[in-house]
């Protein structure tokens, strides 16, 4: 089984949108949404949730009210003034308590209680592509980095109980916790870049963080057209780091008319663009060793 992640130094270069035509174009694959904070491929793909599962990470302080007495030491002790009187007694603000269990260990009166948090939903749905695996995070949630974890182990489950040879895996943009995350055991990472300044050095921080998880990569830089000074200066990079520049894709109106369609743009008639992105599938197929 292979595991091809598609990642951008940063939002906005059309990730998505290209992971859901690369979805669209495999076959005998388990899509997985790895965006976790900010997910948006079932946009694309309309997936029917089949099973739905809690995320808990890590631990939240609770007062229970019938307990306390009020002594305040709770609130005196929490580093993080998680912890306040708000007129009807002690209680604890769960955007702000850390889980550092020091209120717990200090209560005198064994008020407080510490159950695991509750961060978001994990779900497998149907696709008109195949299962998708995908998460919400709640507003503010952390351990996203942990909630990818969750999910590319569920995908890859799913993908050996289905025979499937293929994890096609929409990644996180930037290079913090979930995109590291996401790059374990992965074959093949595809960064998706734009042809500005800010986008060459996005993609050189990502080029590092492949090069330090060593996570064969290569590069379509999305929008080409708009700058081909940039353009130029992106290619020089890959080919001095030795990267392969799998496709230069113009900028076209055909993906926002898929998008507006519920569509990816691989399911419209046959167009340039869409030529262009059946070549570059091939030849991510034939990078990470698929069909061998
Ligand atoms: S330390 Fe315990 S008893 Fe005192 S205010 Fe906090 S929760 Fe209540
Ligand atoms: S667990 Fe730690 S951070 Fe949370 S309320 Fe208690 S002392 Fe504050």
């Keep these: 089984m292979r595991e091809i992640i598609i990642i951008s130094g940063k939002g906005g270069t059309g990730k998505t949108s290209l992971t859901g035509a690369f979805a669209h174009l495999a076959s005998d694959k388990v899509i997985c949404d790895l965006d976790v904070d900010a997910p948006d491929l ?5 997936p029917t949730k089949e099973r739905l599962e809690q995320f808990y990470s890590g631990h939240e302080a609770r007062i229970d009210g019938e307990k306390c007495d009020g002594c305040g030491l709770c609130a005196s002790l929490c580093q993080y003034g998680a912890i306040r009187e708000n007129g009807a007694g002690f ?8 889980g550092c269990k020091v ?4 209560c005198p009166a064994a008020a407080i209680e510490f159950p695991e948090k509750h961060c978001g939903q994990w779900y497998v749905s149907a696709t008109r592509f195949g299962p998708l695996v995908h998460a919400q995070l709640f507003p503010g949630a952390e351990n996203s980095g942990r909630l990818v974890m969750v999910l590319k182990q569920q995908a890859r489950e799913l993908a050996k109980a289905r025979g499937a040879d293929l994890v096609l895996c929409d990644g996180a943009p930037g ?5 590291i995350s996401s790059l374990s055991g992965a074959h093949l990472a595809v960064a998706v870049t734009e042809p500005t300044p800010s986008g060459r050095h996005d ?4 080029a590092a963080l492949c ?3 060593q996570t064969a990569l290569a590069v379509i830089i999305n929008k080409y057209d708009l700058n081909p000074d940039e353009t130029a200066r992106i290619v020089v990079f ?3 780091e030795s990267y392969p520049v799998l496709a230069r894709l113009p900028h076209d109106p055909l993906v926002t008319k898929a998008m507006i369609q519920g569509l990816v743009v691989t399911e419209l008639p046959e167009s340039d663009f869409s030529r262009e992105l059946r070549q570059a599938w091939s030849r991510i197929e034939a990078l990470a060793g698929l069909g061998r």
Excluded at 42 to 46: E, P, S
Excluded at 91 to 98: G, H
Excluded at 203 to 206: A, G
């Design 211 to 213: 090069r330090h998880f």
């Design 103 to 106: 209120c717990v260990a200090f």
């Design 203 to 206: 993609l050189e921080r990502v």
């Design 91 to 98: 209680a604890v603000d769960p955007r702000r308590c850390e």
């Design 42 to 46: 079932h946009l694309l793909l309309q």
């Design 238 to 240: 890959c080919q001095d």
């Design 175 to 179: 290079i913090g916790c979930p995109v």
